[in-house]
Nanobody, 114 residues
Framework: QVQLVESGGGLVQPGGSLRLSCAAS????????MGWYRQAPGNRRELVAT???????NYAESVKGRFTISKDNAKNTVYLQMNSLELEDTAVYYC????????WGQGTQVTVSS
């Protein structure tokens, strides 16, 4: 079982940047597809970006060119660099680790507001 702890959320103005971190309790490098997901009030949780054990990345269309997912296997940590933030990016962001099942972190709030 993997335990995940997100950090790095906060309040930012439109056009600003944030970097989210997800620290895993165990080794994530060899098995798990790691991902960032988000859920805005009244909406379903949606995929933002994923990174495979081999480093292949996948992004939602709405964040392509603005967000970058990366991981540091030595630190068992996954990052989400978010640039050019928009009001619509406001949500709780969750880290997920998937291998058969998906394990979730507790989430971190990102609020984009002027």
């Amino acid at each position: 079982q993997v335990q995940l702890v997100e950090s790095g959320g906060g309040l930012v103005q439109p056009g600003g940047s944030l970097r989210l971190s997800c620290a895993a309790s165990g080794s994530i490098s060899s098995r798990y597809v790691m991902g960032w997901y988000r859920q805005a009030p009244g909406n379903r949780r949606e995929l933002v970006a994923t990174i495979s054990p081999g480093g292949n990345v996948n992004y939602a269309e709405s964040v392509k060119g603005r967000f970058t997912i990366s991981k540091d296997n030595a630190k068992n940590t996954v990052y989400l660099q978010m640039n050019s933030l928009e009001l619509e990016d406001t949500a709780v962001y969750y880290c997920g680790a998937t291998f058969v099942n998906t394990y979730w972190g507790q989430g971190t709030q990102v609020t984009v507001s002027s």
